[in-house]
């Protein structure tokens, strides 16, 4: 399978417009490559594409990845569908990018279809979509032969659906699995604890690329833009998974959905020479893994 990692970064992207942060700062100077919100585009077969999570940055995510081009009809789309994690805005806003496409599918869990239920009665007038609800560690084969698992992982809420009276697992992570190769790929950006029975999963994915919103706890006050507490919270930092990670070193470990204030961004940080001594990386946007 390919996996084009389109956009690296947690909401709001870095840098992010509101912050003067020192990363946001040196992204600004040109010292730092800059990332789009955290957004994957997947295939089994180089045809048939799938996007995990629609990030707001879709639209030019896209446009950065020829795999992705329309054709070979002038309204011919390589893009089958998404599948979402959950329900937060960083990661369904880009759906509103996608309308007008016909026949786009989205996976997505329970609580996740109800909590965008406005925002499915607007893109239903655009264009006829087919919303499938994902059920946990239920296989789905997707067109282009990837089999897609979802397990849930966090009851997290975005802030938005405090009140939706849907109970359930609010945050699942994908296993992809490519019976062509015998490839795997786990994708958890989104990750509150360490989940019993998450080590297995780790174990037998090629490639993990999981949550790395912050590097520590401290951060998790001072996201700005954000309202830190509460709403940062439901993102371990990697100063609680690394020590995790490190039990995988046969397993490609990668960092994504990277928070403006997270001190891995500048790659001549102590924090990132941390993560380079365990082996576990921090790729850029736009970077391709075959699996
Ligand atoms: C999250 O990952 O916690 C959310 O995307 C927060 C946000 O709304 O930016
Ligand atoms: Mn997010
Ligand atoms: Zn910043």
Same mark, same amino acid.
């Given at each position: ?34 990332? =789009? ?13 799938? #996007? ?30 998404? #599948? ?13 990018? &996608? ?30 979509? =087919? ?29 938005? $659906? ?17 019976? $062509? ?9 989104? &990750? ?46 990697? =100063?609680?998974?690394?020590?995790? #990670? ?18 891995? &961004? ?16 921090? #790729? ?8």
């Amino acid at each position: 399978m390919k996996v084009v990692l389109l956009g690296t970064a947690a909401g709001g992207g870095v840098p992010q417009w509101n912050c003067a942060c020192e990363v946001c700062v040196g992204v600004r100077a040109g010292r730092l490559p800059a990332r =789009t919100q955290d957004c994957l585009a997947v295939s089994g077969n180089g045809a048939d594409w799938w #996007l995990l999570n629609a990030s707001p940055d879709i639209g030019t995510q896209l446009a950065a990845t020829a795999c992705l081009d329309p054709g070979p009809g002038p309204r011919d789309t390589p893009l089958r569908g998404v #599948l979402l994690t959950d329900a937060e805005l960083d990661h369904s806003l880009g759906l509103m990018t &996608l309308r007008g496409a016909p026949g786009l599918r989205v996976h997505a869990p329970a609580t996740v279809l109800h909590a965008l239920a406005d925002t499915r009665a607007v893109l239903d007038r655009y264009a006829e979509w =087919t919303w499938r609800q994902v059920e946990p560690e239920q296989s789905v084969v997707l067109a282009g032969g990837l089999e897609v698992t979802a397990f849930p992982v966090s009851g997290k809420r975005p802030k938005y $659906a405090g009140e939706s009276p849907v109970a359930g697992h609010w945050v699942v992570a994908y296993r992809l699995f490519d019976p $062509a190769t015998g490839g795997i790929v786990l994708y958890a950006p989104c &990750l509150a604890a360490w989940p019993p029975g998450f080590d297995d999963l780790v174990a037998e994915a090629d490639v993990v690329l999981l949550d790395g919103t912050f590097y520590a706890p401290s951060e998790m006050g001072t996201a700005t833009g954000r309202a830190g507490g509460q709403s940062a919270m439901g993102h371990l930092p990697i =100063t609680h998974t690394l020590p995790e #990670l490190r039990r995988h070193p046969r397993v490609r470990r990668v960092y994504t959905h990277l928070n403006n204030t997270n001190p891995v &961004l500048d790659p001549t940080s102590a924090e990132h020479a941390k993560l380079c001594e365990a082996g576990v990386e921090v #790729l850029p946007d736009g970077s391709v893994l075959e699996v």
